[in-house]
């Protein structure tokens, strides 16, 4: 398979005005990551070596997008949406430079798996000259239909243009194709716009096959991948859809979800067998959890490295640039940002750690404050190994506490702390003998003088 080449399309040039957004539909996220985004990511998996998408006119941050994703994929624009077969000759040009497989793939359909992309490249290389992926579905609504005879694709009808009876047919379009690179230019062009929406319609590219006696062919594809994304309901339903599989394979891959649906997991979360997860937890963007980790219930990560044996929560925040060490414990409430923590290290309450190293073994008590922030700049807190930080410090930053410093409890620290030593930033205690006593009688006496 991998000697073959192959030119996959991606259209995405459609405005998506029923989701009733801004931004172009392909843009909105399922797992954080853009729509096109996905179906990019399965097209690499899949082995496709030349990858085009056509945009509209008015998409340019679609476009950097793009060329953010697959820096060498080629962009087209489809100046006027005249449908989706006059949207893949806008990549005429890359069209024009041979290719053994061609794929035309959908922008806002994003669960489709490289897997499944790889069986319509192997029908094409067993002989087939167009393949169509469909899927069987209750509710057909909205999608082309496939019409077949006798185990052959004989055309596909748009819900529009489709009678009563074809209307019945649970067989749908996914809108992903196959073309042998020998014949996709001349099937494309060859379509027309005689249809109830006087647009170019991709899916005539069958019956047009047909005629030519080509060989074409539909493979099965499931529901779940196959879906579109037209509306803000089937997006959200998509989401559901990915939020399962992502968990699914969690747990196969040796995960402990205790209450798998209501965990959220980012497209690119990854969690090493025998972690154990809470219930409601959501991974953010980025976050590594190494094996034999524990995150605890109500916890929230972004852009975060937990290393292993390390437990999280309940109720923690890590935020970008955490990295926390072995066996570390970031505990109820504590909030972590652009800081790393040494094997050991331990925030078990109640603190905010940002900007911030933490040395192996140091414990930082309840109501810890590094202020990282003066309204204009960030800076830096370090804290040696075997440190002990008392509860309720603010450390005021930039600020160095040695090896085995200890901060008393309730200090501000706005001074460096050399190595061993002690530091004491509060106002000294004054204790005056009987005198809560006397105070309480004085007080009493007011008040019995007033009634
Ligand atoms: C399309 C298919 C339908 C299939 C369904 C699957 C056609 C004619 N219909 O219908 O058979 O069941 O998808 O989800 O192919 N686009 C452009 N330029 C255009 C028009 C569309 O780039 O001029 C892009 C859109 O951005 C979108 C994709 O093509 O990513 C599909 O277009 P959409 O309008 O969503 O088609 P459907 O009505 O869903
Ligand atoms: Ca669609």
New binding site residues.
Partial sequence: MTARSCLSII????L?TRMKSDLP??MHEIGGLPLVGHVLKALQNAGSDRIST?TGPDMPALENLVHELVPTARCYV?SE????A??ALAAKASLEIPADDVLVL????PLVTSRTISTVRQALQNGADLVVLGFETKSPT???RLLAKEGRLVA?R?EKDASEAERQITF????IMGFSGKHALSLLTAIGNENANG?F???DAVEIANKRGLTVAAVRGTEVETQ?I?TRVQLASCENDFQRRMRLEAMESGVSLQAPHTVFFSHDTVLEPDVTVEPNVVFGLGVRVTTGAKIRAFSHLEGAQVGSGAVVGPYARLRPGTVLGADTRVGNFVEVKNATFGSGAKANHLSYVGDASVGSKSNIGAGTITCNYDGYLKHRTEIGAGSFVGSNSTLVAPVKLGNGTFVAAGSVITDDVQRDSLALGRSKQVVKEGKAKRLREKLKAAKDSKS
Wanted: hydrophobic share 30%; proline share 0%; charged share 15%.
């Fill in positions: 259209l995405a040039a459609g998506g539909k392909v056509v489809q949406r005249l449908g989706t006059h949207a959908f922008g806002d359909t909205g999608y082309g596909i748009e749908c379009n996914s809108g647009e319609y991709l899916t579109g037209n």
